[in-house]
């Protein structure tokens, strides 16, 4: 009976428990823990500086810590004051409970609270009128909180919390804005002040009450003295200490970089990739260039640097001077959007070489050329004729670029531009022509930067990291590995070297480089990168004001040059030649694969399997006779007296462009005037005026149109109709002008050997 009286006990007692348990399952579930508050946003650098902080949303400074950021003088005296059986107990310390009420009864008054670390967390997290329900409420929760958290989370939950006056709470709040440091920096008698704050935090202020925080503080340490919680020497030295009051403002470096950081991302602590050594030396550099330069009218500049191995972002100064309003500091230069000039062309050109239709030393025409109206021109208003790839890409010259735009298609290369994330491209592609490739569209320092960064990463162009733990993927293969060391190789070549060595900067600043500048010279720019960096400089004017110096060559790159100098002085990493790059023997006049009747050759590179093997027609054999003034073709050719001579027949717009520019070279004599042989090679072709192009002309203006057309060398008479009707003739590349009539025409331009070629246009006047 005993026995079983005995089991019905302890099933009773195990229903007991199960019920206890079941109940704070239950109240758990229906009272969950509340929810810890808002931290303030803090950015911090790659090195873990505070760059600065944001007030949450209920206007506190309460940034999150971390035991590890804390002095352990810090941490000792919380607990040795306020719970020194922090560790050992469930939440709530029965002793000190018991005490509290018999020393409160006994008084008629409260006088201890006998809170635990874990109740105060409680307390600060659900704040309440202090009462003995709410405490019963605390000691709930507390046990509560001890079953979801460690005793390293609820110590941190209490340094988090701590209230410090006014709107401070946490210790790493107080820390910077009472003594200007990170709590892991603080001496011990800082660490006791910031014990005794939290007491009476309105009335111990050190901003406000310092003498009386001082004093509160200096009794703890007589009986930590007499405790012997810390070596006495050192609380005596905590006690001498004296203590310097201020209420500092948190750090704001960096402001530009911080504020994107904080737009872009979520977090309570992020630490960003931003290196404050390369931070420093950037913002001082813009700083003190910009101010050398104001008196040429420019105001203001960005720069930003991008780590090539992960394509971190180390470096961001969006003006010379976030807190210039006079000059718009606080406008953000790298994500400004702002017309390019010519630093979109490298990537023309990479994708043109990865296209095999272009190779460095192939020649492209820098000639004045009509496209449908546009009428481009260089900067420096010169023309160079006959130019290599290479050599117009290095000058940034203009026409070989709308020509070679033209040649591999706007859509194309607006498409690749959009697949590299321009979004002003991406939303105006439709309205945009030839033009974008001079600055006709809108990019930002941001996205340009990234996109020369592609160069050094074998053309794969990732996303631009911001965060420690930003993983920012495989990246997208926007140029070969080919076309990428091809363009490195064209930007930083002998005559960049030698603009180098001119200069105050050693050979030890190599990297490759381009500049731009845009219309009206309202932005100068330039982007350089070696195997480390890639650096984007934009100097200008926020208000768009334009200056006669603001070009890339005199404005930006010099800075470019103070930055590399600086960040990567030592950097003798260069890129290596890429197995599919090969070097072949080309025409020199051409760049084509050598024919036979080439004069001279040079060596070009070439991407294997992918670069074209077009040959070289340009040089022909010419039968004449013997004195060389007569031409003959298989028709007419005598059985004596002629031989075979080699001519280049230049295309018949760079013919004329040499023929007005005095570029002498050799011209076939006239065909022979008494042959009667059939021609069947291309005709001319007419320049102006443009097929399907509608003229608008002013009223009795006077305003003529001009008829222009070229043909090779062998052509010496074109001869002009106009709807069928004869109207003059004229030499190959003369221009002549004619007053036409309103409507349709019909323009037909006969050469002397029977061929011609014929536009449409239309003419309506206002």
């Excluded at 352990?72 to 939440?91: C, Q, R, S, T």
């Excluded at 409420?137 to 979801?148: M, N």
């Excluded at 065909?671 to 443009?690: A, W």
Aim: hydrophobic share 35%; proline share 5%.
């Amino acid at each position: 009976m005993i026995e079983f009286l005995k089991i019905l006990f302890r099933l009773k007692l195990i229903r007991i428990i199960a019920g206890i348990v079941l109940a704070l399952f239950l109240l758990d579930l229906l009272f969950p823990v509340p929810v810890i508050k808002q931290y303030s946003k803090e950015i911090v650098a790659s090195d873990g500086t505070l760059l600065t902080a944001y007030l949450t949303a209920d206007d506190k400074w309460r940034m999150q810590t971390t035991l590890d950021e804390v002095s352990p003088n810090l941490i000792k005296a919380i607990i040795e004051k306020e719970d020194n059986w922090f560790y050992w107990h469930l939440g709530v310390n029965p002793v000190s409970i018991i005490r509290a009420l018999y020393t409160n009864i006994i008084s008629g008054e409260r006088v201890s609270g006998a809170s635990t670390i874990t109740m105060q967390v409680a307390r600060m997290l659900e704040p309440k009128e202090r009462n003995y329900l709410s405490k019963l409420i605390e000691v709930i929760r507390a046990f509560q909180l001890e079953l979801h958290y460690s005793k390293k989370e609820i110590l941190e939950l209490y340094l988090n919390l701590l209230p410090y006056g006014g709107n401070i709470e946490g210790v790493k709040a107080a820390s910077y804005i009472y003594f200007n440091r990170p709590p892991k920096q603080l001496s011990l008698s800082q660490s006791i002040l910031l014990c005794v704050i939290p007491n009476d935090p309105n009335s111990l202020r050190l901003d406000r009450s310092t003498k009386r925080a001082i004093k509160i503080r200096d009794k703890w340490i007589k009986r930590f003295i007499d405790n012997d919680v810390f070596p006495k020497q050192d609380l005596q030295d905590a006690l001498s200490e004296p203590v310097y009051v201020n209420r500092y403002a948190l750090p704001d470096l960096a402001p530009h970089f911080t504020y994107f950081v904080k737009e872009h991302f979520n977090g309570d602590k992020i630490q960003s990739t931003l290196n404050l050594k390369i931070q420093n030396t950037a913002q001082a550099l813009l700083w003190n260039y910009v101010n050398r330069v104001s008196s040429k009218g420019v105001s203001n500049g960005s720069v930003i640097i991008i780590d090539n191995k992960n394509s971190s972002v180390v470096g961001y100064s969006g003006s010379s001077n976030f807190y210039d309003n006079t000059k718009s500091g606080q406008v953000n230069g790298i994500t400004a959007v702002r017309s390019p000039g010519s630093t979109l062309k490298p990537a023309l050109y990479a994708y043109a070489f990865d296209q095999g239709v272009l190779t460095p030393k192939m020649r492209l025409y820098d000639i004045p050329t009509d496209f449908n109206g546009y009428e481009p021109e260089n900067y420096d208003l010169k023309y160079y004729g006959n130019v290599t790839a290479d050599f117009a890409l290095l000058n940034s010259l203009n026409i070989p670029a709308v020509r070679l735009l033209r040649q591999i298609g706007l859509n194309n290369f607006t498409g690749l531009l959009e697949q590299s994330g321009f979004k002003d491209i991406s939303r105006r592609k439709k309205k945009l022509g030839l033009s974008v490739i001079l600055g006709g569209c809108g990019v930002t320092l941001e996205e340009l930067t990234r996109l020369y960064s592609a160069f050094v990463r074998d053309g794969y162009l990732y996303p631009l990291r911001y965060l420690q733990n930003q993983n920012n993927g495989s990246g997208v293969e926007i140029f070969s590995a080919s076309s990428s060391f091809l363009i490195a190789n064209i930007l930083s070549g002998d005559s960049r070297n030698s603009l180098l060595k001119n200069s105050e900067f050693n050979d030890h600043t190599k990297f490759a480089w381009k500049t731009g500048t845009s219309y009206g010279k309202r932005d100068a720019w330039a982007i350089g990168f070696n195997k480390n960096y890639t650096i984007g400089v934009w100097l200008g004017n926020f208000s768009g004001e334009g200056s006669p110096h603001l070009s890339g060559a005199e404005m930006a790159v010099p800075l470019l040059f103070d930055l590399f100098d600086a960040i990567d002085r030592s950097s003798g990493n260069w890129f290596e030649q890429p197995e599919k790059v090969g070097e072949r023997e080309v025409c020199a006049e051409t760049g084509l694969l050598p024919s036979p009747y080439c004069p001279v050759t040079t060596t070009d590179y070439y991407i294997e399997n992918v670069s074209h093997n077009n040959v070289c027609n340009v040089h022909k054999p010419i039968y004449v006779n013997l004195d060389e003034t007569i031409q003959y073709c298989t028709e007419c050719l005598p059985t004596t007296g002629f031989k075979k001579k080699k001519y280049p027949i230049y295309n018949p717009q760079l013919t004329v462009w040499f023929l007005q520019n005095d570029i002498q070279f050799e011209i076939p004599p006239p065909h022979n005037p008494d042959c009667d042989g059939n021609f069947t090679d291309k005709g001319p072709q007419i320049v102006s005026p443009s097929q399907d192009y509608e003229y608008l002309i002013e009223e009795n203006s006077g305003q003529e149109l001009l008829l222009l057309a070229v043909s090779d060398g062998t052509v010496k008479t074109h001869y002009w109709f106009v709807n069928n009707n004869y109207y003059k003739k004229s030499k190959p590349g003369e221009r002549i002008f004619i007053h036409p009539q309103a409507g349709n025409l019909n323009i037909t331009c006969l050469d002397d050997k029977g061929r011609n070629e014929s536009v449409s246009i239309k003419v309506k006047y206002y």
